[in-house]
Structure formats: C-alpha cells, structure tokens
C-alpha cells in the first residue's frame, strides 16, 4: 500500500519560515519524481516545486530563492523548505509521487501565513 504522508503545516508570519516534510512507502523511492504542490482559497491546484530521481530542481516563478526542495532517498523523504513567507502562499500542500503514468497523492496540509 502506497503512502505520502505529509508533515503537520501551521500557521506563520509573513516573512517566516517553514519546512514541510513528506515521508513515502510502498515504493521505490529512489525512482520516483517528487513533488509539491498547492491549492490556494478558491484557486486550483498547482505546482510549486519538484525533484527528479537525478536530483534536479524545477521551481513556480513566484517560490524561486525563497522555497527549496530536497530529498533524501535514504529516508524516502521528500522536503519542502520555505523562507520569506508571504500571505499568498497559504494554500493546502500536496505531496506528489509521478513515476512513468504512476501518480501518488498525499492527504494535503495547510499552511497559513499572516499578514
């Protein structure tokens, strides 16, 4: 049985920082993309980061030098650094797990930066 399971998210000044982590299993890790996205108050669904299997990084425009992703495939963990926090990042992130035409979802957790 596959599973991402999200770390808690919270509530954040703007400015602040937060790192949001997403431990899998069920898969082989290592082979996997992953990635996070979000889904903002009446917005839909998007993407703000991934990591390749090879370890290279794709960014949104609107997370680049302020978000980092990271992975380490001996602990099947995928994170999510988040710094200079603004208001118009509150959002539910999902963690994501695409290999091939395979597409696994985490449950979401919010986080809530204030003004």
């Known amino acids: 049985q596959v599973q991402l399971v999200e770390s808690r998210g919270g509530l954040v000044q703007a400015g602040g920082s937060l790192r949001l982590s997403c431990a899998a299993s069920?898969?082989?890790?290592?082979?996997?993309?992953m990635g996070w996205y979000r889904q903002g108050p009446g917005k839909q669904r998007e993407l703000v980061a991934t990591?390749?299997?090879?370890?290279?990084?794709d960014y949104d425009d609107s997370v680049k030098g302020r978000f980092t992703i990271s992975r380490d495939n001996a602990k099947n963990t995928v994170y999510l650094q988040m710094n200079s926090l603004k208001p118009e990042d509150t959002a539910v992130y999902y963690c994501?797990?695409?290999?091939?035409?395979?597409?696994?979802w985490g449950q979401g957790t919010q986080v809530t930066v204030s003004s």
């Open positions: 994501n797990a695409k290999y091939s035409f395979v597409n696994y």
């Open positions: 069920g898969i082989t890790f290592s082979l996997y993309g």
């Open positions: 990591i390749r299997s090879d370890g290279s990084t």
